[in-house]
């Protein structure tokens, strides 16, 4: 059984993450964890004033989470009653990431599905506040889903390798499922600063052709191009339906995240991103 966490605030793209989930994981046993966190700075002094003598602050802040929570399980209940999930509502009064590492402990969680928070300004284009600090805050696997970005089955999946990166099999697992899953074809693609090819590039590549060697794959590269324009533009090219790539916090999360203005505009998530972490 697989245990999924899905933060919400109660936002249209927070639902629609959602419904991307109980899509993804259809036919599967799952456990859906739906959190949400409230942090003391969203109220007024009023608003706590108004709570009743004998309730706490904590009390009075958590429990019109609690009920719209207990709403939002009702009708995701209703919407998938053939399926054999289970869902739990949690509710917590902390710091976002630090309640995610919380519950991504104490419920053993295999994968943390979010959306983008529809964020405009140039600086959190990509994803928003929230879902960056989660990727870059929290061990454990990420599935980010494009606001809007409607579910079809993942055929073509593109797994991502900076020119940094060394091909390792630790904690790959949230890819290989997804492509047995779909039965979907794969996109290798190496961000290169240059055409130079190393032994350590030409060993990665015999190594991952034998650890793909049951699934339809494909190599490809792409040189001296913005890490994030690269991505933006073969996802087009290739008909992607999903990009897989491993994180490492200070190289390619900062060139891939703090890119230029442009290639950060560019990049609008056009499809879900499975992040994983080394």
Request: proline letters at 3%; aromatic letters at 10%; glycine letters at 2%.
């Amino acid at each position: 059984m697989k245990n999924i966490l899905l933060p919400t605030d109660f936002s249209e793209n927070a639902r629609n993450a959602i419904d991307y989930a109980l899509e993804f994981f259809k036919n599967e046993l799952c456990t859906f964890y739906v959190l949400n966190v409230q942090k003391a700075s969203n109220y007024m002094t009023d608003d706590l004033m108004a709570a009743p003598a004998n309730t706490s602050v904590h009390q009075s802040v958590l429990q019109g989470s609690k009920e719209k929570l207990s709403i939002l399980l009702e009708e995701l209940k209703e919407e998938v009653k053939h399926e054999n999930y289970t869902f739990q509502a949690l509710t917590d009064y902390d710091v976002f990431t630090d309640a995610i590492k919380q519950t991504v402990k104490s419920k053993n969680i295999d994968l943390i599905v979010m959306g983008t928070n529809g964020a405009t300004g140039a600086r959190e284009v990509v994803f928003g506040s929230n879902t960056l600090n989660v990727i870059r805050k929290v061990d454990c696997p990420v599935l980010v889903i494009p606001q809007g970005y409607v579910f079809k089955s993942p055929k073509t999946i593109m797994y991502t390798i900076d020119y940094n990166d060394h091909f390792k099999t630790e904690n790959i697992e949230p890819l290989v499922d997804t492509l047995m899953k779909y039965k979907a074809s794969l996109r290798i693609l190496k961000i290169k600063e240059d055409d130079t090819v190393t032994i350590a590039e030409f060993d990665d590549k015999k190594h991952l052709k034998d650890f793909f060697k049951d699934i339809n794959h494909t190599f490809h590269s792409i040189t001296n191009v913005p890490t994030a324009l690269a991505i933006d533009s073969f996802v087009q090219i290739m008909d992607v339906d999903m990009n897989a790539m491993f994180i490492h916090r200070e190289t390619f999360l900062e060139r891939f995240f703090h890119g230029s203005e442009t290639s950060k505009i560019s990049y609008g998530t056009r499809v879900p991103l499975l992040i994983m972490h080394n």
